[in-house]
């Protein structure tokens, strides 16, 4: 079934997709193989997100930020037609949680803007970061910024406030299209990731607390 999903997800006018890739041959594509290999092993998830012997935390970081960014997209994707400007025209995780726009250009100031604005605001915004090499540097012996850890800190943050608004505004519509298993190990994967290297404030997940 998620194969159809994602099939409907690609023969949309706006196509969401992952839209970055591993180098073979990198250092970072053998980890991401690593990851997904423990992934799909069925190993234990609190397990799986555990940074492997050796390895530095900063690229384990590196390849789960941008897969994560890579799944959510497609997870978000398949939402889209029920997320529309009518049904969600603001940005929300129910009646306690209003998310607003901000960021360095545009909207200088936290602006209120309808998800499908604000997701698209979003995705674009995290592809400018990962495909920026002063940020996240590809090439062998090219250290990572300071700031590193904090700039993949914002991204996974906003990225959970994808899955708090698909999941309490569209969670029937994961239902009816058959991917709620799909979306609930994604986000478990996420959310056991976060805890691991405590990479979100314990207050932005409150809104999905309860599961």
Same mark, same amino acid.
């Given at each position: 079934?998620m194969a159809?999903?994602?099939?409907?997800v690609?023969?949309?006018?706006k196509?969401f997709?992952?839209?970055?890739?591993? #180098?073979?041959?990198? @250092?970072?594509?053998?980890? /991401? !193989? =690593?990851?997904?290999?423990?992934?799909k092993?069925?190993?234990?998830?609190?397990?799986?997100?555990?940074?492997p012997?050796?390895?530095?935390?900063n690229?384990w970081?590196?390849?789960?930020v941008?897969d994560?960014?890579?799944r959510?997209n497609?997870?978000?994707?398949t939402?889209?037609?029920f997320?529309?400007?009518?049904?969600c025209?603001?940005?929300?995780g129910g009646?306690k949680? #209003?998310?607003?726009? @901000?960021?360095?250009?545009? /909207? !200088? =100031?936290?602006?209120?803007?309808s998800?499908?604005?604000y997701?698209?605001m979003?995705?674009?915004w995290?592809e400018?970061l990962i495909?920026n090499?002063?940020?996240f540097?590809?090439?062998?012996?090219?250290?990572?910024?300071?700031?590193?850890?904090q700039?993949?800190?914002k991204?996974?943050?906003r990225?959970?406030?994808?899955f708090?608004?698909?999941?309490?505004?569209?969670f029937?519509?994961?239902?009816?299209?058959?991917?709620?298993?799909?979306?609930?190990?994604?986000?478990?994967?996420?959310?056991?990731f976060?805890?691991?290297f405590?990479?979100?404030?314990?207050?932005?997940l409150?809104?999905?607390?309860?599961?």
């Open positions: 079934t159809l999903c994602l099939k409907q690609f023969n949309k006018d196509t997709r992952p839209r970055k890739k591993f #180098e073979p041959g990198t @250092q970072r594509f053998e980890l /991401y !193989k =690593k990851a997904q290999a423990s992934l092993s069925g190993l234990d998830l609190k397990a799986v997100v555990q940074l012997p050796g390895e530095s935390i690229d970081i590196a390849v789960h941008v994560f960014f890579n959510i497609l997870i978000y994707g939402m889209s037609e997320c529309t400007e009518r049904s025209p603001i940005m929300s009646l949680y #209003e998310y607003r726009w @901000q960021d360095d250009s545009k /909207y !200088k =100031k936290p602006t209120k803007l998800a499908p604005q997701m698209c979003l995705m674009d995290i400018m495909n090499e002063d940020v540097p590809t090439r062998i012996g090219v250290p990572f910024p300071k700031q590193f850890q700039v993949c800190t991204i996974l943050t990225l959970f406030r994808v708090v608004h698909v999941y309490i505004h569209h029937d519509s994961i239902i009816s299209m058959g991917a709620e298993a799909h979306v609930n190990t994604c986000y478990k994967h996420f959310y056991y976060i805890r691991e405590s990479l979100i404030d314990h207050r932005e409150e809104p999905l607390v309860r599961m």
